[in-house]
């Protein structure tokens, strides 16, 4: 089982989408059945929080601050938690703790919508797109 960190981009998009088989759709509902090993982290956790309850995403998501929470409790009880050592350094200062877990496992793969991500990729680990991930293509 390949080993992945989910960008809070891609939980949002997974939650929000009513199509159940979007690849983000698919990706979150991996991750919360346990059948996607993914690494998560305190700065990870941290912003799924944040943006998950975001006012603006409340309004569109429909969880409630207690279902939010719930849907986090469920992410971490289904992750590797990696308090990581090392300090990323990413094109974008608040992805340096994306590039921080792709050091600590250089062999995980950081699934994400974010353009610049994709684009610039770390030199260590791999970055793709959910689409790209749910396909079975972990080449990018």
């Known amino acids: ?53 975001r006012m603006k995403l409340i309004a569109l998501h429909g969880l409630t601050v207690d279902e939010a929470e719930l849907l986090l409790t469920e992410l971490v009880a289904n992750a590797l938690w990696c308090e990581s050592q090392v300090q990323g350094e990413s094109l974008d200062s608040k992805d340096n703790h994306f590039w921080a877990l792709l050091d600590e496992e250089p062999n995980v793969i950081l699934v994400t919508g974010d353009q610049l991500l994709l684009q610039e990729p770390h030199a260590v680990g791999r970055v793709i797109p959910p689409s790209d991930y749910v396909a079975g293509d972990f080449s990018s």
């Open 1 to 53: 089982m390949q080993l992945v960190v989910v960008d809070t981009n891609v939980l949002i998009a997974g939650v929000l989408t009513s199509n159940v088989k979007s690849p983000t759709a698919r990706v979150v509902e991996g991750i919360l059945n346990g059948n996607i090993l993914f690494l998560l982290s305190p700065a990870l956790l941290a912003e799924y929080r944040a943006v998950l309850l």
